[in-house]
């Protein structure tokens, strides 16, 4: 199980969830149909469970749209989109992301997980919580009983941005917050965001618990030996895959 980060409060007998380490990647290979069966396959052995289905993003595009899964668009392609919200059991949510967010939502009281890709547009987009909204107006979740879960990503220690991403940010957060000035190199101001914060102080604006909501604290770039790290491999990298399954 080592090719997998885990929150042990989501696998159990109700759930399972994992977030992938390299060598699996969910780029490469397995955009084809024959290298994806393989690696639903051993991800199927790995984990001694068997998929009803596995449903992705037809393409992830860095935007705010979610989709709710249901028995009738589940062997329907989603179009565009960046977040899956399921009440079914058997189906498992899957994100790709190589230093962006993934972001689980799980309502243990309604039964309903969700996974959605948030990089910083999404992020500014603000579809975590947009998908913890549709989880209280389509499935009658309480704030209180949603979970928050943010996989490894990119951390404040490697996310520098540019002074026009720092705009973005302030349209939707008090940036002095969030974000570090405390480097100048070569006579230019460096900026350092922490968008899990963001994410996670949106969504609590909701009124989920901050006790319901779980950091990994591991940067992809940092780690960038054992994640996929868009930034820490030079642009030239796989994908992380990362799935939510109700049992
Ligand atoms: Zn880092």
Redesign the pocket.
Known sequence: MNHYFTFDRINNEKILSFYSRKPIDFGGAALEPEGRKKLIESIEADFGYKFRAVKQCTKQVHGDRVVIVDEQNLNEETGPADGLLTDLKGVALEIHTADCQSVFLYDPVRNVVGNVHSGWKGTVQKIAPKAAQIMIDHYGSRPQDIEIYINPS??Q??FEIEEDVVTQFAGIVDVSKYCRKDRIVDGRQKYFMDTTAVNRDLLAELGIPKENIFLSGV?T??GHKEYHSYRGDHHVTGRNGSMICLK
């Open positions: 990119i951390l220690c490697c940067c770039m940092c």
